[in-house]
């Protein structure tokens, strides 16, 4: 494990463990005691739907870098790819093996991994862009302060992502924005729903409209680097929101840790095809 691993999974349990100082244990066990089959059917449903539209996202962005990825082996990878970044330290670990994967399936590891990396970047990027407007469009006590902040980062991220393609000249990358942009709103939009669900499994007084805001916000802390598998900034966040709004810091955690236990398993497909075959051989063989 490298330093920089060791410090992300350092900081996602001293995250944790201050939420369980100050909260106690119970909110994680409400939360978990939430769960009903109905929702985790949910889950697995809504999971289906983000995790094909983020292989199409895949297979654009790999297609403008001159590599053919079919449909099975792309599905099959990603889903292997969110169980590894749903169980392990980082959340990006899952993202690393499928770049390499793929990369050495067609004898350019390089190249596997670039394109994994152009793809990923486009989900933080419409997530944050998404949360802005949400927060316009659906005000939220102690939340519209975040539009700005949120705009300058989002105009931020997209020049570090157009400036590399433009000083190359790529047209290739360029034109694969438009099918990649509504890729990874549905995908923003199907994790939302599923926060949205898992808060009012753990008994959230609030309409859909009211927890919109609240879901991007607290999923858009899961981008912050120190967690495991997701868990840490997001409920530490989801405590702050929730208390904001009157609902309760316990709450808010709950929520989370619902809402992280759903999201586990939308990604359990994942473990299967990396329990039956090595996601290299979906890649190589699909």
Do not use: K
């Amino acid at each position: 494990m490298t330093g920089w691993a060791r410090v992300r999974l350092v900081g996602g349990l001293l995250v944790l463990a201050a939420i369980v100082w100050r909260l106690g244990a119970g909110p994680f066990l409400a939360g978990l005691r939430s769960l009903t089959p109905a929702a985790a059917l949910a889950a697995l449903s809504i999971g289906v739907v983000t995790t094909v539209c983020s292989a199409w996202r895949w297979r654009v962005v790999a297609g403008r870098f001159g590599v053919d990825l079919g449909w099975r082996p792309a599905i099959a990878a990603y889903y292997g790819s969110q169980f590894l970044n749903a169980t392990l330290p980082g959340g990006v670990l899952g993202d690393v093996h499928r770049g390499v994967r793929h990369g050495r399936s067609i004898d350019d590891v390089g190249l596997g991994v670039r394109a994994v990396a152009w793809e990923r970047a486009a989900g933080p990027v419409t997530h944050l862009a998404l949360t802005a407007l949400v927060l316009a469009a659906l005000p939220s006590p102690g939340l519209s302060w975040l539009v700005g902040p949120l705009g300058l980062v989002v105009l931020a991220l997209a020049v570090a992502a157009v400036l590399p393609v433009a000083r190359r000249g790529s047209g290739r990358l360029r034109s694969a924005w438009p099918p990649v942009l509504v890729a990874s709103v549905v995908v923003a939009i199907g994790h939302a729903v599923t926060f949205v669900i898992a808060a009012r499994l753990t008994g959230v007084p609030a309409s859909a409209a009211d927890l919109a805001p609240v879901a991007m916000v607290v999923l858009a802390a899961m981008l912050v680097p120190l967690n495991i598998g997701g868990w840490g900034p997001r409920e530490s966040v989801a405590a702050a929101v929730f208390a904001a709004a009157g609902w309760g810091a316990a709450t808010g955690v709950a929520a989370a840790t619902a809402f992280g236990l759903l999201a586990l398993i939308a990604t359990l497909p994942g473990l299967v095809v990396l329990v039956v075959r090595p996601v290299g051989e979906w890649v190589r063989h699909g």
